[in-house]
């Protein structure tokens, strides 16, 4: 996989799943254009109006503990973020929900602690899926991520879980998951 | 070196003879549940995968629980969009308006989570299932259709981290109150996150299955992955009637390696609270006594349940709600109503001046029945207290206990139960 750079986009606080998406949106059908118009409204008064988040073209998200939490299910957090054009989030932790979500349509959800701390909005980053490294192009830092599961490279390299799943229906090899 | 019993779980139900935590295993699901909210969406990407027909038809549950009634016609659509969904599944357990309950709750009362078993659903608040001993664990639509097309669904193995509940448990403190001590002491900042947590000792072992579930269900609002308690005799009782399945007993090995154990005396929990807007800025009631408010709200999956409105009725029976305050009351499912007006509590509640509203989820999502507007300063025993969480952003939410709820509806201003004479 190719390196990734663009600039990121730094919280400063915790990041909520619901102040993701807003409430009104939380029923919408799934579909990354469409959930990436309003994606993010709630975290950032500056996100809150229609591509608010969008046109700021971040092509990645840093944060601390817990990103994505406060328990909801709804896919559009990760289908907006995809939308909006976000290649990677780069957390010291993640919301258990959203971090499967992530990993079912192959958004990588990266584990690197602390670098919220190191990292401003608007820094230019280059991430290497291969390595795990992140530099930071602004400030010089360097920072390596924790490696991803082959199982995680291979759902996304199949397109997301349902066409990962779908490809072991094909083939008849579905009852061999385990 | 032995297992936990989570990790016994994921071991035998993915043909393991053990697990370690951080591995990705594929397990077979006991039960996946799906609601009116997202279920329309999770037949959708069951159409996605190319499959028309569930794994068991009998071991896909489905629960109206969100919407109901609906209070607006594009709620009434979505409702008999999923109806035709369900309907064209054949799905055997629909529990829909007029035999419907929230969704966690009918799981666990109707007997369609087991011990040693994993069930999944599309809410959050999946985690209630570790009540009864049973891995439960909230999914998103694309994990719940893959589940009801394959039976199986992938799991990260969870560090296990284990809370010793010892002490008596004190007059008029209730399992919410453990449950918003524990968020007091872990916050968010990362400590149970993806973690299992597993609840032992002496005050668990005395708590009843509503005291249980009220606990599993509020793990997922500490980060965990999930909340579980091993089935002991009580357990065993409680499924007797119910369980649709069998079972065996289990339980975590002595030798289990947990990442954490921390020890609480629930001797020194008393009326607790969680502040306005952020769910781990937790205070005991004395911190708050005198504050008023003006809608207080009982129910939900957390505190929807007959011990509930056992506890209200005993602090309302002969009582009046303050007329500066308006109360609410929901019943988690349609069985919990029935047997609450059986048990006379439902007339008590209304004598009081308590309305009372047919089972769903009602304003705990902000969705109907209850919401809060600019202004409401709202006692809720619900689960989630964040802005806008129950409709306006500009509502304050305080969360507590059942108790503390019902005795403070009475005086209109925040109340130690502990201080207050029957």
Redesign the interface.
């Given at each position: 996989m190719a390196k990734i750079q663009g600039t990121a986009w730094v919280a400063k606080t915790?990041v909520?799943s619901?102040d993701m998406i807003i409430?009104r949106f939380?029923?919408a059908?799934?579909d990354p254009v469409e959930n990436s118009k309003w994606v993010m409204a709630?975290v950032d008064e500056a996100f809150n109006r229609e591509n608010g988040f969008v046109d700021q073209g971040y092509t990645f998200i840093v944060a601390g503990?817990?990103f994505a939490?406060?328990?909801?299910?709804?896919?559009h957090c990760v289908t907006g973020l995809m939308g909006a054009g976000i290649k990677a989030v780069f957390a010291?932790?993640?919301?258990?929900?959203q971090?499967?979500?992530a990993i079912?349509?192959g958004l990588p959800f990266v584990t690197c602690r602390d670098m919220n701390l190191h990292c401003a909005t608007g820094d230019v980053l280059e991430y290497d899926p291969e390595t795990g490294i992140i530099q930071n192009l602004s400030n010089g830092q360097t920072f390596q991520s924790l490696p991803q599961?082959p199982?995680v490279s291979e759902v996304a390299e199949a397109g997301?879980?349902?066409e990962f799943?779908?490809r072991k229906?094909a083939d008849g090899t579905?009852a061999e998951?385990? | 070196m032995g297992m936990t019993i989570t990790e016994k779980i994921m071991a035998q139900n993915s043909g393991r003879d053990r697990v370690v935590p951080g591995q990705l295993v594929w397990t077979d699901v006991h039960t996946v549940m799906t609601m009116d909210y997202l279920g329309k969406q999770t037949f959708n990407k069951l159409h996605d995968l190319g499959v028309t027909d569930v794994f068991d038809k009998d071991r896909v549950i489905c629960v109206s629980d969100h919407l109901v009634p609906p209070p607006t016609e594009q709620f009434a659509t979505m409702l008999n969009q999923w109806r035709e969904a369900v309907r064209e599944h054949d799905i055997t357990h629909f529990y829909d308006l007029g035999r419907q309950g929230i969704a966690h709750q009918i799981m666990v009362e109707q007997g369609h989570v087991l011990p040693g078993k994993i069930s999944i659903g599309t809410d959050s608040h999946a985690n209630t299932y570790g009540a009864v001993g049973a891995v439960g664990n909230a999914v998103g639509v694309t994990d719940a259709a893959v589940a009801m097309a394959t039976g199986k669904a992938w799991f990260r193995v969870p560090e296990s981290v284990k809370f010793v509940i010892k002490g008596e448990w004190q007059p008029w403190v209730m399992a919410k109150d453990l449950s918003l001590y524990i968020m007091g002491m872990m916050h968010w900042n990362g400590h149970l996150i993806y973690k299992s947590l597993e609840l032992e000792g002496p005050a668990i072992s005395a708590l009843d299955m509503a005291g249980r579930m009220t606990l599993c269900n509020m793990t997922v609002d500490l980060g965990a992955k999930n909340g579980i308690i091993a089935p002991d005799e009580i357990t065993a009782a409680y499924l007797a009637p119910v369980a649709k399945g069998s079972w065996s007993p289990l339980a975590s090995d002595p030798d289990a390696h947990y990442d954490a154990i921390y020890e609480v005396d629930v001797t020194n929990v008393g009326p607790t609270l969680a502040m306005p807007d952020k769910l781990d800025d937790i205070v005991p009631v004395e911190k708050v006594v005198g504050r008023k408010f003006n809608k207080a709200f009982v129910g939900t999956c957390t505190n929807g349940r007959v011990e509930d409105f056992a506890m209200m009725a005993k602090i309302l029976k002969g009582k009046q709600v303050h007329r500066s305050v308006n109360m609410l009351a929901v019943p988690a499912s349609q069985t919990v109503y029935l047997e609450s007006l059986k048990l006379g509590y439902i007339q008590t509640l209304i004598e009081a001046g308590v309305a009372i509203d047919t089972p769903s989820c009602a304003a705990c999502a902000g969705i109907h029945t209850g919401v809060a507007g600019d202004g409401d300063v709202v006692l809720s025993a619900g689960n989630r207290n964040m802005k806008g969480r129950m409709g306006s952003k500009n509502a304050q939410i305080f969360l507590t206990s059942p108790a503390v709820v019902a005795v403070s509806a009475i005086t209109g201003e925040i109340t130690d139960p502990r201080t207050f004479s029957l």
């Open positions: 915790y909520m619901f409430q939380w029923t059908p799934i709630g503990h817990n939490g406060g328990g909801k299910s709804i896919e010291t932790s993640f919301a258990r929900l971090f499967r979500n079912n349509y599961e199982f997301g879980l349902l799943v779908k229906i579905v998951l385990r | -």
